[in-house]
Nanobody, 127 residues
Framework: QVRLVESGGGLVQVGGSLSLSCVAS????????TGWFRQAPGKEREFVGG????????VYADSVKGRFTISRDNGANTVSLHMRSLKPEDTAVYYC????????????????????WGQGTQVTVSS
């Protein structure tokens, strides 16, 4: 059974930084692309960014490009989302997701592209 556990969420001021982590179990993490999504109240879940199974390819939503960075450690079954220059509109529940993939460089960019999800962690950016 695949299990994804996010951590690191919290309250941060505008312009601040925060890092989220997601630890995976129950799957071969090194053969899975990994994505981060977020969902604000009343809005649909949206793609934030993702990383290919080998870590060589990353994709980001335009809204976070240049501010957020994704990294992964296949030895620790962990993917991280490093966020800086946070804005109030970054407030949301953040979810990590995985998708086993044969091809090394692919990063799905929508919710349908992922097979398993974590429970989410709340990030609140206060002004």
């Amino acid at each position: 059974q695949v299990r994804l556990v996010e951590s690191g969420g919290g309250l941060v001021q505008v312009g601040g930084s925060l890092s989220l982590s997601c630890v995976a179990s129950g799957l071969t993490f090194s053969t899975s692309a990994t994505g981060w999504f977020r969902q604000a109240p009343g809005k649909e879940r949206e793609f934030v960014g993702g990383v290919s199974r080998n870590g060589e390819n990353t994709v980001y939503a335009d809204s976070v490009k240049g501010r957020f960075t994704i990294s992964r450690d296949n030895g620790a079954n962990t993917v991280s989302l490093h966020m800086r220059s946070l804005k109030p509109e970054d407030t949301a529940v953040y979810y990590c997701a995985v998708r086993p993939l044969y091809f090394y460089g692919i990063v799905p960019t929508n919710t349908a592209g992922y097979t398993d999800w974590g429970q989410g962690t709340q990030v609140t950016v206060s002004s």
